[in-house]
């Protein structure tokens, strides 16, 4: 129900847009958000926004580069990543929250979301 794609091989200081397709109403009333995986590495947050569309949340690694947005009519989220650094290298998810989150702290946790993508992966070359 989630389809992530835009992900590729990018020199250090370049730019990608990550696209997240739902189908159905899965993004209706539910907070999405985009969290990474490394190699080796946990699963970590990378950004989140809520059903709203008022508020948006990064990690401190992601704020200031990279920017969530949502187009509502092509039920599509997606995460502009600017100014890549290797160590932006994982695969890339996108996420849905079984519901909204009460406190934005729930947000910054993988286990919030009960809805991935397949993944999409993002190499940094140095």
């Known amino acids: 129900q989630l389809q992530a794609s835009g992900g590729g091989l990018v020199e250090t200081g370049g730019s990608l847009t990550l696209s997240c397709a739902a189908s159905?109403?899965?993004?209706?009333?539910?907070?999405m958000g985009w969290l990474r995986q490394a190699p080796g590495k946990e699963r970590e947050f990378v950004s989140a926004?809520?059903?709203?569309?008022?508020?948006?949340y990064y990690a401190d690694s992601a704020k200031g580069r990279f920017t969530i947005t949502r187009d509502k009519a092509k039920n599509t989220v997606y995460l502009q990543m600017n100014s890549l650094k290797p160590e932006d290298t994982a695969v890339y998810y996108c996420a849905v929250g079984g519901s909204i989150a009460i406190l934005p702290k729930r947000l910054y946790q993988a286990s919030f979301y009960d809805y991935w993508g397949q993944g999409t992966q993002v190499t940094v070359s140095s």
């Open positions: 926004m809520r059903w709203s569309g008022d508020s948006t």
């Open positions: 159905g109403r899965i993004f209706s009333g539910h907070d």
